[in-house]
């Protein structure tokens, strides 16, 4: 694949006798923002942390730009990584903070200075130099994190949550300010998070991993769109699944749901399955031109949308019906018809 980026070919990690990462193989492009996302504990870090050097894997192989680096010490990877934490000196000025890693390398401080000037002015910190990091905003203090990974020019940037001490709005910010700054270095990107929107809103492309497994390797429209089975179809957005029975009927697919109601699909699947509707593709129909009924449990006013919670049969459905002053809201209580949409249905396998 790419020879410039990085791969991670058939990695496998335990630690003690629990394996953690299993059998992950995943090739990301130069200049790519990529993310890893799942829920806590899937091994997103551990990954992040092989790819650093500072977790050794038992078996496997990762490549930087082609090389093999599998064996070398943290140091020597060329791997930029900012935590969590900032883990910024709390002694040491914003400047000083951002040169030390240069320092470390016996840089002559005139192109130490050079460095560090363009850094700042990157990261729009110039004004806050000399300033101590607690005389700075939670988001000016992530900034620095960043400033002093990316003046060491590192070939890849590793971030570990790195926005989940802000507050919501400024992690929205935030978000938007990495991206600009990587698109800005053209800098190869892996981004952990357990947090949908954020690797959405940022992401080329997301590894989806639970239990340590790859689950699907996407872009962030065909996780939502085309999920490989029903953990990510579960994961990504909002998901309504139906389990039943898909049949062929005059060259047309139709799924059974417990006898009661046939859904039309386009797939070549058949057998055991589930489909999944998307809550903004199911609509409010009529008793002729429908596919399912059910009864409104509850309903949520959303403003540009209202959020329906609908009993059919054993499952509760969730319908998002785009809002209009001219729309009327049903009711709790009431008995609706549903069509879906042949289009955007889609068809897993029960697993
Ligand atoms: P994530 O970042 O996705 O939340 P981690 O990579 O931190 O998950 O952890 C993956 C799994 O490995 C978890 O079950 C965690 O408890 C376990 N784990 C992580 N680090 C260690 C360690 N140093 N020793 C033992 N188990 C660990
Ligand atoms: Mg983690």
Redesign the pocket.
Known sequence: MSKHGISLKNIELS?GS?K?IKNVSIEINHGEFFSFL?P???????LLRLIAGFEHCQKGQILIDGKDITHLPPWKRKVGMVFQSYALWPHMTIRQNIEFGLKEQKMPQKEINYKVDKVLELVSLKEFASRYPNQLSGGQQQRVALARTVVTEPKVLLLDEPLSNLDASLRVEMRQELLSLQRELNLTTIF?THDQEEANTTSDRIALLKGGIVQQIDTPNNLYDTPNNLFVANFIGSANILKGNVIKENNTSKILISDTFKIPVKTDILGDCSILLRPHTLEVSTKDDCHLEGKITNKEFLGNMVRYFVKVLDNELIIDSIHFKSSALLDIGESIYIKTNEDENYILKNE
């Open positions: 630690f629990v953690v799942g806590s504990g899937c091994g997103k870090s551990t952990v």
